[in-house]
């Protein structure tokens, strides 16, 4: 097999392709609408991040990590960030260069792998936006060690979070059937992995729950301020519903947290 994040970089382009709702570019009514104050952002499926948890955003140096998509970055450029997005998807960063050009701000875009030392000095940045993406990577406590280190002092992290609870389902029973352990390692867990190559899919996805996700911030040294619980009611493609996060979210469990986070 491939290099794993290699081989979920690719997915996501082929997903955003087809429409995944994570890949659909900010609209030009939503940028004018951003200009004249109307904005709203996602770091999870259903629920808006609130402003409040935001430090001014004027001039501020601003991160969006395996945010690309078209989508974050508009926003907060227009909010007058100097923003930073950084993602291993082509797809993805190419949306971000066309909704810059096509509104008119500069960006600076940069394709690297999170799994990997991020390619910033120590303290670069005010703010570090990360939508729910870290279910594509293996060891989450690495991203937490570089979001601190290249935070500023005071530097604000804001995270959407998978809890790990729909990868203990099977996504095609009715009801819902546990169909996995947790946690869901297909690199670890040879069953897992045969399992996902004989129905083809093209992702490698990995499930983390408290003590990586929450924990694994306040190891790295983070103070949590904020955070809520959200549910999920979007795809995963651009062609099917997630059955698991709707028939979770149909009796109101959730399956992602959103912390704000200070270093």
């Not at 999870?44 to 395996?66: Q, R, Y």
């Not at 970055?73 to 971000?96: H, N, R």
């Not at 729950?209 to 651009?238: C, H, M, R």
Request: proline share 6%; hydrophobic share 40%; aromatic share 10%.
């Amino acid at each position: 097999m491939e290099d794993y994040t290699i081989k979920n970089a690719n997915a996501i382009s082929k997903w955003a392709e087809e429409g995944w709702a994570w890949g659909v570019p900010a609209t030009k009514e939503e940028c004018e609408k951003a200009r004249n104050g109307q904005w709203r952002v996602l770091l999870t499926p259903d629920t808006a991040v609130p402003h409040e948890w935001f430090p001014p955003l004027g001039g501020a140096k601003l991160l969006g990590l395996a945010s690309g998509g078209g989508q974050q970055m508009p926003i907060f450029s227009i909010l007058g960030a100097d923003c930073t997005v950084m993602d291993l998807s082509d797809k993805q960063l190419d949306s971000e260069r066309v909704v810059a050009e096509r509104e008119g701000y500069s960006i600076d875009i940069v394709k690297a792998d999170m799994t990997k030392r991020f390619p910033f000095e120590d303290e670069s940045f005010d703010i570090i936006f990360h939508p729910i993406s870290n279910v594509y990577i293996e060891d989450v406590h690495h991203v937490w060690r570089e979001c601190y280190r290249v935070l500023k002092p005071g530097g604000v992290l804001l995270s959407g979070l998978d809890n790990g609870l729909i990868f203990a389902f099977d996504d095609y029973s009715n009801p819902l059937t546990v169909s996995e352990k947790l946690p869901y390692n297909p690199l670890k867990n040879p069953e897992q992995m045969a399992r996902l190559i004989a129905e083809g899919e093209d992702s490698v996805m990995f499930s983390h729950g408290f003590n990586d996700q929450i924990g694994g911030q306040l190891k790295a040294g983070f103070v949590i301020t904020a955070a809520y619980e959200d549910t999920d009611s979007t795809p995963y493609d651009g062609n099917a519903p997630d059955l698991i996060s709707k028939s979770l979210k149909d009796v109101g469990i959730p399956t992602c947290w959103a912390t704000r986070a200070v270093k």
